[in-house]
């Protein structure tokens, strides 16, 4: 199928990878997923929906495909008529090359966006049974490798890019330094816990900035805390369940430690999901805090009048964050901001629930083998921003920013992705 | 034997009258008309031959059906021009003499006389059911029919086991065909089957000396070869949809199709619609009663009279109720299995 | 025993004990396995509002219909055509109100006031054709298109023969040609005898299923204040 050889993790014989491909996928499973697998009629719309399928055309990337030997597996192991299916041989057992093969469908081809779960005529979640598919590839060990690296890096240092809290403490000292502004650092008691993700401690250090001082502009009692900063979960994103356990579980422990009310999440896309949707199961009970992201923190205090915006006269569209917007329901927060800046919104199309999703999401970006194709995906975005003639591409996840940024310089195309935080950051009056 | 013609004369039919009757003959035994005169021919010089009717578990109907009239007909003309040299209903003779009779025609005609039966033959306990003169049916028709040049079976019950052979068919009735394997056996069902076609059958037999087309029940398809459903003259409201939904509302009295009031019409082969009953009077349909499918093998155990043609037999609410608590357990039973074998992988974490 | 008697007797009578037996089964397997419970806060607390995605994804966005249109109406009218025949053709309906009256003990006249209505057969002869024809047009779509060529399995052929099978034989039974009408009757129920066979084993089960991974999805999504 493809000429992409499989990254493979640890030393184990074929069988056992197949096996524990298995239980990973099975152990989490239930209801909800099966109803989804027993109801594929395939119709192959999902394909329509899917932007890796749309800039190739290759039926290989029909989202419902990607899980494949999943939903065989689930048939043969865990379905009504399973010991049918075992005892007939009507379906066969997953093999270890067929897991292989399916990797780079799997993490390559897949950012998670969910724009096929909206197309699907039946209804099935495809997106999320991704995310329950790549727990049997975490634990079966066939995780793509810089992805895998990352989280393993995220669980042992505390952060997939090096900023530990080691790191994390030096750059915060720097910045408040830098900049003359007080940015609180493990206080021990506070009513808000800011987290950032580590593409904005190592690289988009503005965000960190900007944060600090719409909190003070606001009059937020907040503060960040070294045993819980990282919002990034690449547990989740490779597929790790224990490691997504991990990495949620610190920021949950720091709020609950500090005793925050309100947690507020970075400028990033999974982190929400990760938190705000799945961060009470992996707790095992409701969270004692409320999980914004940030965006939603800056459209409450628009509406509540705390925050109070220099109008900026340009033209904006804005590109939804997948896990934001369509996934998260976020969709209207950074648009009521953006209307609290006074900008003009142009939106492109299509647009919010149905936007086309930047192609770097979901791990993505960090596949090296997965470039080439996520270019062809990122011309979508190019032409959707071009179309509107709008002035300012604003997006409010640095993951997709990144993403931007290297397409931007891949095309040498002539708009750079902003940020909503750093834009409303830098049209604050101050008093 | 004398002739067929010469005993015509000699009861004084005219030979206008006789060729009368093999025109309306010809075309009801569907010959082209152009036949006529090779029918009267043949029907002319045929021999007039022995006929043995044997009655077995019949009601007597077919032979009702054969002899209703009230004024000369092509049916009794037939009777009259056959040696009907054994009838339960219609001989003068009982008892030893009419045997006797029996076994006289049998041995004078042996090989050629015609063997007419109606009414099934039961078969168990050793065919003790049905017997006369000590002999049980089986019997007598076996040994009937040795020296039959063909047997006849009249009505439903002798050609498809009828009445008797309904559930739970207590007497093991059986049909002629079941029993006389050896001998050509013409079914000519109907309960009763309709005079015109039993005499039409017999004409036939006495003009070619062969038994007619048959179906693959053993029926002449001259007139057995179509549905009373093609032929019937309330079609066009069975197309347009129009149905009758009880026996006297305005459907019913505008004459609609009788569908829905249980008309096997379309299944039924028979001459019915077309021929009709009574020299041409009437049949069901038009007297606003759905066939019953008389003609038809097991009519009596397909189900409702009164109930549509598409209600099949699809069980009971008793046998879904029973299929509704296996499908529930079979389900109940699978996730629980699931959920186990869930288990056993957490646990070997 | 001939092919009519069968099929009007022991064929219909296991058809619907196999067809009931075997749905039952499916759903429950599915719908008694273990549910998660979500803890999260959720944006909406009125989630069962989500059901709607039940009736809202009969039909894609705008956005999405682009490559989807020609499967979406060819998929409607296929339906639509044998929804009609099966459901407004008097023989079909008295089969189906004897299966109630014996099962739940009404018919439809005594729920809902007024007879089940019901078309000339002229009138379901043309739905039938038209259902037929969109039948066709999608399996050549589904060898012609790469991407449901791939998905493609057995499932996929064999239901779409057991479902053209009965509406092609009640045409020919209809129109009395090919072979005496009691052998194209009792072919058309062994047809739907079979339909009923392979429904609870394979797509066909999405006349069900459609209504709960819809309804799955709808309460999830409506829950976070997703796009539905």
């Keep these: ?431 | 034997m004398t002739t067929l013609g010469d005993s015509l004369l000699a009861s004084g039919v005219s030979r206008r009258a006789f060729l009368k009757f093999c025109t309306a003959l010809t075309s009801l035994m569907a010959l082209p008309p152009g036949m006529a005169p090779a029918v009267a021919q043949a029907l002319a010089r045929a021999k007039r031959p022995s006929v043995i009717w044997l009655s077995f578990q019949e009601c007597t109907g077919c032979t009702e059906s054969l002899t209703r009239s009230t004024s000369p007909t092509l049916e009794n003309l037939i009777l009259d021009l056959v040696s009907l040299d054994y009838h339960h209903t219609l001989q003068a003779a009982s008892g030893f003499a009419a045997e006797a009779a029996r076994e006289h025609a049998m041995k004078e005609f042996d090989g050629k006389y015609l063997l007419l039966v109606d009414g099934s033959i039961p078969t168990s306990d050793g065919g003790i059911y049905g017997t006369w003169g000590g002999e049980s049916f089986v019997d007598i028709l076996q040994q009937s029919a040795k020296g039959a040049a063909a047997v006849v079976a009249i009505g439903s019950c002798a050609s498809f086991g009828g009445l008797p052979k309904a559930n739970p068919n207590p007497t093991g009735a059986r049909p002629v065909s079941d029993l006389v394997k050896d001998k050509p056996v013409i079914n000519v069902p109907g309960c009763p089957p309709i005079a015109v076609v039993m005499t039409g059958v017999l004409a036939h037999y006495l003009t070619f000396g062969r038994i007619p087309e048959l179906d693959a029940q053993g029926r002449p398809l001259a007139f057995y070869g179509e549905t009373i459903h093609d032929r019937c003259y309330r079609r066009p409201f069975y197309d347009q949809g129009k149905f009758a939904k009880t026996f006297d509302d305005e459907g019913a009295r505008s004459g609609w199709c009788l569908y829905e009031l249980g008309c096997k019409g379309p299944i039924t082969h028979n001459a019915c619609a077309t021929v009709k009953w009574n020299a041409g009077t009437s049949f069901p349909i038009q007297s606003g009663h759905g066939c019953l499918g008389c003609s038809e093998p097991d009519f009596w155990d397909k189900g409702s009279f009164y109930k549509a043609l598409s209600t099949a037999e699809w069980g009971d609410a008793k046998t879904l109720g029973v299929a509704a608590a296996v499908g529930v357990a079979a389900g109940a039973a699978a996730a629980y299995l699931g959920r186990r074998r869930q288990d056993r992988i957490g646990k070997e974490d | 025993m001939d092919l009519l008697t069968f099929a009007r007797g022991p064929g219909m009578h296991w058809a619907t004990t196999v067809f009931v037996i075997g749905v039952l089964w499916r759903l429950l397997g599915m719908l008694l396995l273990r549910g998660r419970k979500d803890l999260s806060e959720p944006r909406s607390t009125a989630a069962w509002k989500g059901l709607r995605l039940i009736g809202l994804r009969s039909w894609p966005r705008k956005e999405f219909l682009g490559g989807t249109a020609f499967g979406e109406i060819m998929g409607y009218t296929f339906h639509i055509g044998f929804l009609v025949a099966l459901f407004f053709y008097l023989p079909h309906i008295l089969f189906f109100e004897d299966i109630a009256k014996s099962v739940i003990g009404v018919n439809f006249k005594r729920v809902f006031g007024f007879a089940w209505p019901y078309l000339p057969g002229g009138a379901i002869y043309f739905f039938s054709a038209v259902s037929l024809a969109a039948l066709i047009a999608v399996l050549v779509h589904r060898i012609a298109s790469p991407v449901k060529r791939m998905l493609s399995n057995f499932d996929d052929y064999f239901s779409w023969f057991v479902t053209i099978a009965p509406i092609a034989t009640g045409m020919l039974a209809y129109s009395h040609y090919g072979a005496p009408y009691p052998t194209l009757l009792g072919l058309h129920l062994v047809s739907v005898e079979l339909l009923m066979l392979w429904f609870p084993f394979g797509k066909l089960m999405h006349a069900f299923t459609m209504f709960l991974a819809r309804g799955v999805q709808g309460v999830d999504f409506e829950r976070k204040g997703a796009s539905l």
């Design chain 1, 1 to 431: 199928m493809s000429a992409i050889v499989a990254d493979r993790q640890g030393e184990m014989p074929d069988a056992e990878r197949v096996a524990k491909a298995t239980q990973g996928f099975l152990r989490d499973f239930g209801r909800t997923a099966a109803i989804y697998m027993e109801s594929c009629i395939h119709c192959g719309m999902c394909a329509e929906a899917c932007h890796f399928y749309e800039v190739t055309g290759d039926p290989k990337y029909t989202p419902i495909w990607k899980i494949e030997p999943f939903k065989q597996a689930y048939k043969r192991e865990y379905g009504p008529f399973a010991p049918f299916y075992r005892m007939l041989g009507l379906k066969r057992e997953v093999t270890e090359p067929q897991l292989e093969e399916w990797q780079h469908l799997l993490y390559d081809s897949c950012t998670v966006c969910g724009r096929c779960s909206l197309m699907c005529p039946m209804g099935i979640d495809i997106a999320g049974l991704i995310s329950d598919a790549r727990h049997g590839m975490a634990r079966a060990g066939l995780v793509p490798k810089e992805l895998g690296e990352a989280a393993e890096r995220g669980e042992r240092e505390g952060s997939p890019l090096g900023a530990t809290p080691k790191v994390f403490k030096e750059r915060i000292a720097w910045l408040a330094d830098e900049h003359e502004i007080q940015i609180p650092l493990d206080r021990g008691k506070a009513e808000v816990l800011c987290t950032l993700s580590s593409i904005e401690i190592m690289k988009y250090t503005a965000s960190i900035v900007a944060m600090a001082r719409i909190m003070k502009h606001v009059g937020a009692d907040w503060t960040f805390r070294t045993d819980g900063y990282e919002a990034t979960n690449f547990g989740l994103l490779s597929g790790n369940a224990q490691w997504q356990k991990d990495m949620s579980m610190k920021l949950i422990d720091a709020a609950i430690a500090c005793g925050a009310k309100t947690l507020v999440l970075p400028e990033c896309g999974h982190a929400y999901g990760a938190l705000r949707w799945m961060g009470a199961n992996m707790y095992g009970k409701p969270l004692p805090f409320r999980v914004l992201h940030i965006s939603e923190f800056l459209a409450e205090s628009a509406r509540s009048g705390k925050l109070r915006l220099k109008k900026l006269a340009k033209s904006a569209t804005f590109h939804d964050p997948c896990q934001i917007s369509r996934r998260g329901g976020a969709v209207e927060a950074p648009r009521e901001v953006l209307a609290a800046l006074g900008v003009e919104l142009k939106e492109m199309f299509p647009t919010k629930g149905t936007n086309w999703c930047c192609g770097g999401g979901g791990g993505v970006v960090a596949i090296r083998r997965a470039d080439a194709l996520r270019y062809k995906v990122f011309k979508l975005k190019m032409d959707q921003i071009d179309d509107t003639g709008a002035e300012l591409p604003v997006t409010s996840c640095s993951n997709c920013r990144q993403t931007f940024d290297d397409g931007q310089a891949h095309f040498k195309w002539d708009k750079s992705m902003n940020s909503l935080l750093e834009l409303v950051a830098d049209n604050l009056i101050e008093a």
